[in-house]
């Protein structure tokens, strides 16, 4: 069990916005302000969207932000695009040192 | 432009070993801290190792740990993961990737590989 909550399924119609979370179940993960989002399309490597909790890599759209509270990190894409339909990950450094992705999340759109 | 290209995977039976290789171009390689992720199908993303740009540390998932090693030839521009006691488990595409974050965060992956699959099964 990934020490990274994110919700399996989220959906939503061109044009809205959505909102991932992904909420630090240890504490040896959450303190960390290292959180980023990663989108992968069926068969492709993952890409880099959020770094940082809050910024965007050169060329990412910024119809897609990152925030956090507590121990919970969001990612919030506007304007929904067909494009956008892939999945999510985030991932958090943690105090050993590692890498812990969250189980991921699947977006929608309608 | 930066390039990552693994190879080396392929199908092998429970307890053997296999190595694999990242191999990069366009960029300094002994810069960056470079990574292996892993993706066992239909799963998620899964973090299996690092090593930091200078070299000097290398940390592993408690599920790899004792039995897979990375390393690196910068003579070669090339990344290593030499798994042993390979498990089923151990089936997944396994990426390398660079780690644009100089801080030793692992916050910026920034290039990934296209990937290789490795199957193990009896």
């Known amino acids: 069990q990934s020490a990274l909550t994110q919700p399996a399924s989220v959906s939503g119609s061109p044009g809205q916005s959505i909102t991932i979370s992904c909420t630090a179940t240890s504490s040896d993960v959450g303190v960390y302000n290292f959180v980023s989002w990663y989108q992968q399309h069926p068969g492709k490597a993952p890409k880099l969207m959020i770094y940082?909790?809050?910024n965007r890599p050169s060329g990412i759209s910024n119809r897609f932000s990152g925030s956090k509270s507590g121990n919970t990190a969001s990612l919030t894409i506007s304007g929904l695009q067909a494009e956008d339909e892939a999945d999510y990950y985030c991932s958090s450094y943690t105090s050993s040192r590692t890498l812990v992705f969250g189980g991921g999340t699947k977006l929608t759109v309608l | 432009q930066v390039q990552l290209v693994e190879s080396g995977g392929g199908v092998v039976q429970p307890g053997t070993s296999l190595r694999l290789s990242c191999a990069v171009s366009?960029?300094?390689?002994?810069?960056?801290?470079m990574h292996w992720v892993r993706q066992a199908p239909g799963k998620g993303l899964e973090w299996v190792a690092v090593?930091?740009?200078?070299?000097?540390?290398?940390y592993y998932a408690d599920s790899v740990k004792g039995r897979f090693t990375i390393s690196r030839d910068s003579s070669k521009n090339t990344l290593y993961l030499q798994m042993n006691s390979l498990r089923v488990e151990d089936t997944a595409v396994y990426y390398c990737a660079r780690d644009d974050d100089t801080r030793g965060h692992y916050s910026r992956f920034d290039f990934w590989g296209q990937g290789t699959q490795v199957t193990v099964s009896s």
């Open positions: 940082d909790v809050s």
């Open positions: 366009g960029f300094t390689f002994s810069t960056y801290g």
């Open positions: 090593l930091w740009y200078d070299g000097s540390n290398k």
